[in-house]
Structure formats: structure tokens, C-alpha cells
């Protein structure tokens, strides 16, 4: 019999994995496009590391649940992700989509320091792995930040542009998942509310020597995980387009 908790974490997991899974893919619409050579290669490298880390929660979901991690991300449908819109919209200009990974940058580490504490060992190794390797990326992404921020009137106005964009749907990484108050009196998950406290530390701080300014006024309300724009499933069709081609094939 599995432990009552365990849908929930696995839910929370999907969604960690479906996150990474489909930024990964945005960020490599990127390939052969980025403004300079240099930056083809290294943000082609991100998007292998996100991509790693899916596989990483997948593979924790494979151990609770039986589900083979390839079948899980080329044969679900819309439906059935849990990322955040986020990062299913459309890859932008580049100041929209340094802006998207700097905060998607921020929020792994802050939330992979917290979850390294987890009382499920595998998942707080998997954090670990994820911390160190982010670290790298929020470097890379915040030099970006200001580089665009502090350049010329025209890449400050995109970067302040993609941010009022981006501000408010980025608050729904924080929004809590049904059913998992008790993993997180268990120790099992943590407090979202402190893991994002400690983002908007790391991003305000940045953005506002970057020369840019946090949105005001309320956020709008926020969908719930599972919730998704037409964006995603023109995502979907594209990135799984091989995969369905032949489901019986070995590579």
C-alpha cells in the first residue's frame, strides 16, 4: 500500500519536472538564433541542464510510481502538465527570455536550497544537483539582466517591458498544490512562503540595480497548476512530433 502522501508528492514532483521540461524547450528554440555565437552555445547548455534536471524528478517520480520518464514526457497531453504558464509562452525578443530565465533561475535556487533539506533523501539529492548547477545559470542570466537594463534606451525599455509581462505570472511558482499541507508539516516539502521570500531577495535586489522597476499594484489572480494557454499545446505538438512518429521505436 502506498503512503497516503505519496500522490501529492508525486504531483508536486510532475509539476518541478514539467517546469524544467518545457522551459528547456523554449530555451532551445533559441539554437542558431541567440544575438552573438557565444551565447548560441550557453544558453543551448542551459537548456540541456533544465532538460537534465526534468529527467532527474521524472526519475523520482519513476521510482514511486512505475511511470517510464520518456512516456511521460512525449505521451501526455495539455492536459496533464503541471507546469506554470510561464514558461510554456512564446520565446519573445531576448530580452524576454533572459528575463523568464533569471527569474526561473532564482526560483530553482531558492526553492532547491529548501528542498535539500527534504526528509526524502532522494529528492533532497536531487535538489543538490540542481542548486550547484543553477548557481552557474543565475550568474549567467542576472549579467545578462544588467547588461540590458543599464545598455541603451531601447534594451532597457524590452527588459522593463518583458518584466511588467512576466512579474505576475511568475508568482504562480509559489502557489501551493492541493493536498500538500501535511508533506510540508512532515518536512518532506518546504514552505513555499519562505522559499519565496528568498527569491524576491535575490530578483528585487538585482532587477533594481539593473535600472529596472517591479510592476505596482495587485497581482492578478493566479490559474492553478494545470491550467494552460494555447501556447503549450503548439509546444507539445513540436516537441513530441518524433517521438509519436514511431512510439515503438529504440534510439
Known sequence: MKPAWQPALVAR?????DDELILAHRDAEWTG???ILEEDIALANIAQDELGHAMQYLGLVESL?????????????????????????PKGDWAFTMVRQFLFDAYELALGRQLQASAFAPLAA????????????????AAWVQRLGL??????????????VLWGPAQQLFSPMPAEAPLVAAGILPDLATAR????????DHLARSGLTLPAGAMPALAPRGAHTAHLADLLADMQAVARADPEAEW
Not at 536531487?126 to 542570466?141: G, K, N, S, W
Not at 541603451?152 to 524590452?158: L, N, V
Not at 521570500?197 to 528585487?204: H, I, K, S
Request: glycine letters at 8%; aromatic letters at 8%; zero cysteines.
Open 126 to 141: 536531487v535538489a543538490a544537483l540542481v542548486a550547484r548547477e543553477e548557481i552557474y545559470h543565475l550568474r549567467h542570466t
Open 33 to 35: 538564433h541567440a544575438p
Open 151 to 164: 545598455g541603451t534606451d531601447e534594451s532597457g525599455r524590452r527588459m522593463q517591458a518583458a518584466l511588467d
Open 65 to 89: 510510481t512505475g511511470h517510464d520518464p520518456d512516456a511521460l514526457a512525449f505521451f501526455r497531453g495539455p492536459e496533464a502538465f503541471l507546469n506554470v504558464q510561464m514558461v510554456e509562452l
Open 13 to 17: 514532483l510532475q509539476a518541478l519536472a
Open 197 to 204: 521570500a528568498e527569491w524576491q531577495r535575490l530578483v528585487g
